[in-house]
């Protein structure tokens, strides 16, 4: 798959199929989308999704990014799906100010010259948010493309979006976030030394310190999955600050069942299946290790069900 910042310019013969928007999560919805253009493939088009490097309204407000997804992890994702080209645009404020019509003829037809577009029945886009599924529509009569304006797909009532999710996230609901996004919500990074205070209580543990950039559930116990290298452990992980040792610095710290192999400098991936309790404050290591004892019992039996 290729990656870009830039709009691409497909070569002579080249054709484009396209979902716009912002992609947040590559939710079950968005999945949907990405369906859509894969099915172009066939007609010999490129799957393109093109999004933007940070949501326009993060833009406007200033406030820091953090998404269900990094834009790494977006792309890897992108590229499982058998997406061809993810483009990541800058969101400058040319773009911003672009008028639709623009953007589209410009960008969609002259650049990439897209066959096939697929999005959702609320996507706008361009100045003002003027452009809309019945602008394009209309633009692909002129320019000789067809648009599919995708049914939003729901759970229940609600319409699955990245705000739906999120807020299931921020309620650290993890059984739901994972049935919203069709994949099991994780965060990487590398095995990290710890003050080494775990094992002195049988409990030794991995630490990692996530991206900035990263959404990550509550602070509190979970029970997980980690992948690390070619092997898959089920463990319990706590995400925050270890008030009974007052850290000064967010991390997302597992205890793995049945692994004995000295792990720093690896690469982890940490799945949430399950909030367990929040984080909180013991009196020692050794009150601290009592509950452990039970988060662990706890976490076989949610396996040993889940594995069924
Ligand atoms: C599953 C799990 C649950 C934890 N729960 C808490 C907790 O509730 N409160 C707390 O202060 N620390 C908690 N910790 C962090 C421990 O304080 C930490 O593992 C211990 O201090 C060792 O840290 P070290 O790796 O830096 O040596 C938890 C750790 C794990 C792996
Ligand atoms: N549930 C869904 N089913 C089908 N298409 C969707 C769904 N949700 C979003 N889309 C479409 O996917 C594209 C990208 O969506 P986008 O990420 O911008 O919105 P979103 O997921 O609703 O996020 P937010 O909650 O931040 O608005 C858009 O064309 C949008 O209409």
Same mark, same amino acid.
């Given at each position: ?64 990014? !953090? ?12 590229? +499982? ?6 483009? +990541? ?25 897209? !066959?096939? #577009? ?52 921020? !309620?650290?609901?993890?059984? !739901? ?27 030794? =543990? ?47 710290? =597992? ?7 000295? #792990? ?45």
């Amino acid at each position: 798959m290729i990656y870009t910042t830039d709009v691409p310019r497909l070569g002579g013969g080249e054709t484009s199929a396209v979902t716009l928007g912002k992609f947040d999560g590559l939710h079950r919805g968005h999945q949907k989308l990405m369906n859509c253009i894969r099915e172009k493939k066939e007609d010999n088009c490129k799957a393109v999704i093109f999004t933007f490097d940070v949501s326009p309204v993060v833009r406007l407000l200033h406030t820091p990014a !953090k998404g269900l997804l990094t834009n790494e992890e977006r792309e890897e994702l992108a590229c +499982e799906r058998g997406m061809d080209i993810l483009v +990541e645009c800058p969101f400058t404020d040319e773009l911003m100010h672009m008028e639709a019509e623009v953007f589209v003829k410009e960008f969609l037809v002259n650049r990439m010259h897209v !066959k096939y #577009l697929a999005v959702g029945p609320d996507f706008r886009f361009g100045h003002d948010r003027a452009g809309s599924p019945a602008l394009l529509d209309d633009m692909g009569k002129t320019y000789g493309f067809t648009v599919d304006v995708v049914e939003k797909l729901k759970d229940g009532n609600r319409e699955i979006s990245s705000t739906y999710v999120r807020e299931e996230l921020e !309620k650290g609901n993890m059984e !739901k976030v994972n049935e919203l996004l069709g994949y099991v919500y994780f965060t990487r990074g590398e095995i990290v030394h710890g003050r080494q205070l775990g094992r002195t209580i049988g409990v030794p =543990t991995a630490n990692l310190i996530p991206p900035v950039c990263k959404k990550l559930p509550p602070n509190g116990v979970y029970i997980t999955r980690s992948r690390i290298g070619d092997k898959i452990y089920q463990g319990i992980t706590n995400v925050g600050y270890k008030p009974t040792v007052a850290e000064h610095f967010l991390g997302v710290e =597992t205890y793995l069942f049945d692994c004995d192999e000295d #792990l720093y400098g690896q690469d982890a991936e940490v799945r949430f299946y399950r909030y367990l309790r929040p984080e909180r404050k013991f009196a020692s290591l050794q009150e601290l290790k009592g509950q452990l004892d039970v988060d662990v019992q706890k976490g076989r039996e949610f396996f040993k069900a889940f594995d069924k």
